[in-house]
């Protein structure tokens, strides 16, 4: 229990101009742990998740991180190229917009099998043996392995992201809002995907998303935001269940019951 | 005797509900109780007296603001009213269930692979888990032709029988029952009762709540009425605080 985190961010600040969109916003990620981070739009989920991924630079705070050789980094200190290597193999990024985390020109296979490339894998039958394997695990059928992702419906560009972001076995998956935008029946779907692959692999996982569903169904924790701020932090079925904030109080109250 | 699997020290509870003008509804208070090895304690009282609320302080579900609950994990004890998520969590998966009347699961997972999935989660491997959701969904009663199918279709009975399995599944010593017979027939109530004393007799301590008091008759060693621990509602949040609880 005393383990050191895999990931700790703390003080996280961003300005955009006058408004802050992230205001000292700390937490700790364990190795297979799931954290949501919920909030209405503007809240700064999105914001934070940018400082994390270091695609935002940070005004305050750092964040560290645990590489695989057990040293304990602040990120904002590695090198350019160290950080790359970092993302392209033990970190992955599944993204709202399947477009911004996949290559819609390159076949399922290349895009999953580009990641391995860039890990240093060359041999052309094991890297296909790879993305076969990927594919099938989440549920793409093999003979769309030469189909680019243009020709993929948006369930299964998200399911393709994952392959792409977990065929190099990473330790931290960064997800905003990966169920958005699809239809209810193929969320449901893919949710248990993300669930399984989770549980199966051990995963520590930030997850952005809006939707206290979600949020209930994949995460162990959660975080709610607004305004910049964190509001209320804690186990997520608690959180849900019990909230102590006005303002998750309102949330919670304020979700639909179909 | 041996230290007990779970002590209430003195629990107090009140929801404060803040788009509510910041109302605050007692719902229990000054409770204390324990549930040792192979002890099935019974909360008795009437519905809204806070039954529920101490079964999901105790899983961590609800937050505990006073007093401690304490939680035995080997040689360890953690107070579940102060111990971080991750020391909740981690009881979860190894110390305690919790069954409750309803069912949560992400849809269009089959009746089967959910109760699996929970048996996984609680440490069983792959193989284990097939049969032994198998054999459970089995000796509830449930069709074979139904395990394949999510249970969102299921009648309120099937659903609490899936839900039976997924927090029976794997075999943690303490066991937390808010009304998991509430709508099972005289048939399939029995088959609860065995698996219930089955448990018991294993060793597992288990805190729950049965309406019917047949239920309770076959599975209680120790009845406690929470009735003493109840907070003095304020008059005219009586309704008000029944449905909290």
Same mark, same amino acid.
């Given at each position: 229990?005393?383990?050191?985190?895999?990931?700790?961010?703390?003080?996280?600040?961003?300005?955009?101009?006058?408004?802050?969109?992230?205001?000292?916003?700390? =937490?700790?990620?364990?190795?297979?742990?799931?954290?949501?981070?919920?909030?209405?739009?503007?809240?700064?989920?999105?914001?934070?998740?940018?400082?994390?991924?270091?695609?935002?630079?940070?005004?305050?705070?750092?964040?560290?991180?645990?590489? @695989?050789?057990?040293?304990? @980094?602040?990120?904002?200190?590695?090198?350019?190229?160290?950080?790359?290597?970092?993302?392209?193999?033990?970190?992955? =990024?599944?993204?709202?917009? *399947?477009?911004?985390?996949?290559?819609?020109?390159?076949?399922?296979?290349?895009?999953?099998?580009?990641?391995?490339?860039?890990?240093?894998?060359?041999?052309?039958?094991?890297?296909?043996?790879?993305?076969?394997?990927?594919? *099938?695990?989440?549920?793409?059928?093999?003979?769309?392995?030469?189909?680019?992702?243009?020709? =993929?419906? !948006?369930?299964?560009?998200?399911?393709?992201?994952?392959?792409?972001?977990?065929?190099?076995?990473?330790?931290?998956?960064?997800?905003?809002?990966?169920?958005?935008?699809?239809?209810?029946?193929?969320?449901?779907?893919?949710?248990?995907?993300?669930? !399984?692959?989770?549980?199966?692999?051990?995963?520590?996982?930030?997850?952005?998303?809006?939707?206290?569903?979600?949020?209930?169904?994949?995460?162990? @924790?959660?975080?709610?935001?607004?305004?910049?701020?964190?509001?209320?932090?804690?186990?997520?079925?608690?959180?849900?269940?019990?909230?102590?904030?006005?303002?998750?109080?309102?949330?919670?109250?304020?979700?639909?019951?179909? | 005797?041996? %230290?007990?699997?779970?002590?209430?020290?003195? $629990?107090? &509870?009140?929801?404060?509900? +803040?788009?509510?003008?910041?109302?605050?509804?007692? $719902?229990?208070? +000054?409770?204390?109780?324990?549930?040792?090895?192979?002890?099935?304690?019974?909360?008795?009282?009437?519905?809204?007296?806070? &039954?529920?609320?101490?079964?999901?302080?105790?899983?961590?579900?609800?937050?505990?603001?006073?007093?401690?609950?304490?939680?035995?994990?080997? #040689?360890?004890?953690?107070?579940?009213?102060?111990?971080?998520?991750? #020391?909740?969590?981690?009881?979860?998966?190894?110390?305690?269930?919790?069954?409750?009347?309803?069912?949560?699961?992400?849809?269009?997972?089959?009746?089967?692979?959910?109760?699996?999935?929970?048996?996984?989660?609680?440490?069983?491997?792959? #193989?284990?888990?097939?049969?032994?959701?198998?054999?459970?969904?089995?000796?509830?009663?449930?069709?074979?032709?139904?395990?394949?199918?999510?249970? /969102?279709?299921?009648?309120?009975?099937?659903? %609490?029988? $899936?839900?039976?399995?997924?927090?029976?599944?794997?075999?943690?010593?303490?066991?937390?029952?808010?009304?998991?017979?509430?709508?099972?027939?005289? %048939?399939?109530?029995?088959?609860?009762?065995?698996?219930?004393?089955?448990?018991?007799?294993?060793?597992?301590?288990?805190?729950?709540?049965?309406?019917? /008091?047949?239920?309770?008759?076959?599975?209680?060693? +120790?009845? $406690?009425?929470? /009735?003493?621990?109840?907070? &003095?509602?304020?008059?005219?949040?009586?309704?008000?605080?029944?449905?909290?609880?």
């Amino acid at each position: 229990m005393s383990q050191a985190p895999l990931l700790r961010a703390e003080g996280l600040t961003k300005r955009y101009g006058a408004r802050l969109a992230c205001d000292g916003v700390g =937490f700790d990620l364990h190795p297979g742990e799931v954290l949501a981070v919920v909030g209405e739009s503007g809240s700064g989920k999105s914001t934070l998740l940018g400082l994390i991924a270091g695609e935002t630079a940070a005004d305050g705070g750092s964040v560290s991180y645990r590489m @695989r050789d057990g040293t304990v @980094r602040d990120l904002a200190e590695l090198g350019a190229a160290e950080r790359r290597a970092l993302m392209r193999t033990d970190w992955g =990024f599944v993204r709202q917009d *399947a477009a911004q985390g996949l290559r819609m020109s390159v076949s399922a296979g290349g895009n999953v099998g580009e990641r391995l490339m860039g890990v240093g894998a060359r041999h052309y039958a094991e890297i296909r043996a790879a993305a076969l394997d990927w594919l *099938a695990r989440v549920e793409i059928a093999a003979d769309r392995i030469d189909d680019p992702p243009t020709r =993929f419906s !948006g369930g299964m560009r998200q399911r393709l992201q994952i392959a792409r972001n977990l065929v190099t076995a990473p330790r931290l998956v960064l997800m905003d809002e990966p169920t958005s935008g699809l239809d209810v029946s193929v969320q449901a779907r893919l949710l248990d995907t993300i669930r !399984g692959l989770v549980a199966e692999l051990g995963l520590a996982v930030l997850i952005v998303t809006h939707d206290l569903a979600v949020a209930r169904l994949l995460s162990h @924790r959660i975080l709610v935001m607004r305004g910049g701020r964190v509001i209320e932090t804690g186990l997520t079925d608690q959180v849900l269940d019990d909230p102590q904030a006005a303002y998750t109080q309102l949330l919670v109250s304020s979700v639909l019951a179909a | 005797m041996t %230290q007990p699997m779970i002590v209430f020290e003195d $629990v107090g &509870k009140s929801f404060i509900l +803040h788009l509510r003008e910041g109302i605050t509804l007692p $719902v229990i208070a +000054h409770a204390s109780l324990s549930v040792g090895a192979g002890e099935c304690v019974v909360l008795g009282g009437a519905s809204g007296s806070g &039954k529920s609320s101490l079964l999901k302080m105790a899983y961590g579900n609800y937050r505990c603001a006073q007093g401690a609950i304490r939680v035995r994990d080997g #040689e360890r004890v953690v107070d579940v009213a102060r111990a971080e998520p991750r #020391e909740i969590l981690d009881l979860r998966r190894r110390v305690v269930s919790y069954v409750s009347q309803f069912l949560r699961v992400i849809p269009r997972v089959g009746t089967r692979a959910v109760v699996e999935a929970a048996g996984i989660e609680g440490g069983l491997a792959t #193989e284990a888990a097939r049969t032994r959701a198998a054999d459970l969904l089995a000796r509830l009663g449930l069709p074979e032709r139904l395990w394949d199918l999510p249970p /969102a279709t299921f009648s309120g009975g099937e659903q %609490q029988r $899936v839900n039976i399995a997924r927090g029976l599944i794997a075999e943690r010593p303490l066991l937390l029952l808010d009304e998991p017979t509430a709508s099972l027939d005289a %048939q399939n109530r029995a088959v609860v009762v065995e698996l219930i004393n089955e448990r018991r007799k294993a060793g597992a301590a288990i805190l729950g709540i049965f309406h019917d /008091a047949d239920v309770r008759d076959a599975v209680a060693t +120790h009845v $406690v009425d929470v /009735a003493g621990f109840r907070a &003095k509602f304020a008059a005219g949040h009586g309704a008000a605080g029944e449905a909290a609880a």
